[in-house]
C-alpha cells in the first residue's frame, strides 16, 4: 500500500527530519516527490497465526521477523520464560540490507522508541540481526517495547540503492506475551522518518482513533510532523495541562 504525500507536507517532513539529525551534525537528505511506502494496519500476530513475517523493502530487499521461545530456572524459585522475535535481512535483488537500531548486551536486542523518533537521535545502534525481547514471571511482562515506546527504527542500505531509506514498525507486546507487528513504513527518498508517520497528514494513533495518550507531546516532535495545525494544538494541549 503506497500513500501520496503532498509537497507540503513533504517539505514539513524534511524540516522534521534535518532537526532530528542536526542535533548529531547529520546531513538530511533533501525530500522529493517519492511516495511513502505504509503497509495499512496489519495486525499480523507472532507466534500465531504465522511463525514468520516478511516485512517487503526496496528492489526485493525486506526485514524478516521469526518467532522463538524458551525457558529457564532462575532465582526466587519459580519459572521464568522468554521469548523473542528475531529480525533479520532479506537481502535484495542488488544486495541491499535490512538494519534496525539495537541494545542490550552486544547490541542483541532491538529498541522500542517512542512516537515521532527519528534514527540518529534515538538510542541504540544500528545492527543486521537483534531480538524483541522479553520474559514474563509472576512479575509480568518485561519488554523493550511498551504502551509508549513501542517503535522499531530502520534502515534499508547497500547495494544499488542511491542512498539509505529510513523507516519504522510498530510493536505491541501483549500481557500474554504475544507479539503483534501493527504496520510499518519507509521512505523511498532517503529522508530520516519520524516513528508514526506515514505520509497522511496523520499518525497511526490519530487514524487508527486508538484511545492513548496525546502525541503532542512535550517535544512537540509529533506536532511538527503535522504542520502548523499540529503546532496549534500541541501548544493548546500543553496551555491545557498547565491550567490542571
Known amino acids: 500500500m503506497h500513500q501520496k504525500l503532498k509537497r507540503v507536507n513533504r517539505k514539513r517532513l524534511a524540516s522534521l527530519s534535518a532537526l ?19 503497509s495499512g494496519v496489519i495486525n499480523v500476530q507472532i ?36 521469548a523473542a522475535v528475531a529480525l533479520s535481512s532479506k537481502p535484495g535483488k542488488f544486495g541491499t540490507e ?34 524483541i525481547w522479553y520474559a514474563y514471571s509472576f512479575h509480568g511482562i518485561e519488554t523493550t517495547f511498551s504502551s509508549t515506546d513501542r517503535y522499531l527504527l530502520f534502515r534499508f542500505q547497500g547495494g544499488a540503492l542511491k542512498h539509505d531509506m529510513y523507516g519504522w514498525a ?9 507479539v503483534d507487528l501493527v504496520d510499518w513504513a519507509y521512505d523511498p527518498s532517503g529522508v530520516r522518518l519520524p516513528a508514526g508517520y506515514h ?11 486508538t484511545p492513548e495518550p496525546s502525541p503532542y507531546d512535550a517535544t512537540g516532535l509529533p ?15 500543553r496551555a491545557a495541562g498547565a491550567g490542571q
Open 223 to 237: 506536532a511538527l510532523a503535522l504542520g502548523a495545525a499540529g503546532v496549534r494544538k500541541w501548544r493548546a494541549a
Open 199 to 209: 505520509g497522511t497528514g496523520q499518525t497511526d494513533r490519530e487514524e487508527a482513533g
Open 98 to 131: 535490512f538494519r534496525f537500531l539495537a541494545t542490550g548486551p552486544r547490541n542483541s536486542f532491538a529498541q522500542g522508541e517512542p512516537l515521532a523518533a527519528i534514527w540518529g537521535t534515538a538510542a541504540g545502534k544500528s545492527t543486521k540481526s537483534a531480538d
Open 170 to 178: 510498530r510493536i505491541q507486546v501483549t500481557t500474554k506475551g504475544e
Open 20 to 38: 532530528g539529525a542536526g542535533a548529531l551534525g547529520v546531513a538530511a537528505i533533501p525530500a522529493d516527490a517519492n511516495d511513502i511506502v505504509f
Open 47 to 82: 507466534p500465531s497465526p504465522v511463525y514468520k513475517y516478511t516485512m517487503l523493502g526496496p528492489d526485493g530487499a525486506g526485514g524478516i521477523f521469526k518467532y522463538s521461545y524458551g525457558e529457564c530456572q532462575v532465582t526466587c524459585f519459580h519459572m521464568s520464560a522468554w
